[in-house]
């Protein structure tokens, strides 16, 4: 039985500065029509998913990969994951150093399947073993993100959480969910974390149930934000869990995000895809950079033109 494939991309939810509009929906479309098209070739939702992303960490306008945050010690340190919805198999690594494509690494954790989450040395290692070539951690890093450092190394009370408030020029966290035309629903995220985050912090995005999940029975559910605040009220699983009872996914989104301004005051985006292949998008900062294609024909980007 052949269903309508769905996919839904987003490149970060922030105050995306008005200069970097154009690159951001650029970024976001480019990820977006090479994931569909992997679908509509009969491809899996969890290679469309890892497609999109690895196309969104190569591009220096996002917090992924190439161009991503530097920590205190100016290194880049980056976490990615990915999960099927049919299986709930999971490749999560986090705090890595010295790969180009972390959401490679984590679908070869996926794929080797006796562990669900490699951190730090352990997933170098684990890199090496699996064919997946290292790169000197300079290449990573941007002319951009050696600024932001420099800057917060000057200010001296630089605080990670501030960057997400309204006003603040920083790129995003990159994720992908995703049905494919079986019927199945998978998940992707990659990020560098927050900017001038402590060396080896690690945020929502490669913690399953957090920065994203994927249940077939249920949906798939990709987020971007405040990290700690995120990780607290388990948000990617909450949103999934909202759609119980065939509920829509607008009104879940809604639902979820009730819980994260209640009890923690939460800024985030997220992307939510359905088992119908029915798909929502809903954040509470200034803008979110996304597009999606639903398997009800229903299609969106942002920003827009106009904002
Ligand atoms: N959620 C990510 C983190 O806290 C950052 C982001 O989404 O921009 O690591």
Known sequence: MSVQPALAVHGGAWDIPVDWLEAHRDGCRIAFEAGWKSLADGGSALDACEEAVRILEDDPTFDAGRGAFLNREGDVELDAALMRGDTLDIGAVAAVRGIANPIQLARQVLEDGSHIFLVGSGARLFAREVGIAGCAPAELVVPR????????????????????????????????????QEGRLAVAISTGGSPFKRVGR????????????????????CCTGLGEAIAKVVLARLSVEELRGDQEPEAALKRAFEVLERRVKGLAG????????????DFNTPHMAYTFRDAQGRSGSAPDQGE
């Open 270 to 281: 997220v992307i939510l895809v359905d088992r119908r292949g029915r798909i929502a998008v």
């Open 145 to 180: 993100e050696l600024d932001r450092w420099k800057q917060a190394v000057e200010a001296g009370n630089f605080r990670p959480d501030s960057a997400f408030g309204p006003s603040q020029k920083k790129g995003g966290t990159v994720g992908a969910v995703a049905r494919d």
């Open 202 to 221: 690690v945020g929502d995005s490669p913690l399953v149930g957090c920065g994203f999940y994927a249940d077939d029975e249920l949906g798939a559910a």
